[in-house]
């Protein structure tokens, strides 16, 4: 997993990666946003739900914790062996309104998102065991958390969609 020399460096590689990200999705047409091709396991507007509902939780889990209560994690009414669900969750919750409308609460969500990472000191972003909802068996610092729930999944999702446009926007 990339490691970040600070704080810096880790805001821009998710600045960077979403817009390039994000730039895959202005040549997708509404209609065929929801259409589903072999080679590729989600539609366009599953991956923004995805996103929308990953970055969501998160933020979510620290609020709880800053709020005094105990996190459970991903959710009460998931656990982590129960992904597929929790991803049919993301789609019913953030896959019902427009295209147009998931890139511009993801646009706001991501601008939340890298707000609240410049207010983490460097010791909760970079030691384990700052946060109670990161600290898990493998002790993963909160940046982790981050780059497994924006930069990584905005990279790995531009072949996806990419992949996806190709088929469908060529045939």
Do not use: C
């Amino acid at each position: 997993m990339k490691q970040y020399q600070n704080k810096q460096e880790l805001v821009e590689a998710v600045q960077q990666s979403y817009q390039k990200f994000r730039t895959e999705f202005t040549d997708v047409p509404e209609p065929l946003s929801d259409q589903r091709v072999e080679a590729v396991d989600k539609t366009p507007k599953e991956m923004l739900a995805y996103q929308l509902g990953w970055l969501t939780l998160v933020l979510s889990w620290e609020q709880e914790e800053q709020a005094g209560k105990k996190v459970i994690t991903p959710t009460p009414e998931y656990k982590w062996n129960q992904l597929g669900p929790l991803y049919q969750s993301f789609y019913e919750q953030y896959g019902k309104v427009t295209l147009k409308k998931q890139l511009t609460q993801l646009d706001q969500l991501v601008a939340t998102w890298i707000s609240w990472i410049e207010t983490l000191p460097d010791e909760v972003l970079f030691e384990a065991g700052k946060r109670d909802w990161a600290t898990t068996k493998a002790m993963w610092p909160v940046y982790k958390w981050i780059h497994i729930n924006s930069v990584a999944p905005f990279t790995n999702f531009r072949p996806k969609i990419r992949k996806w446009k190709k088929q469908i926007l060529e045939n």
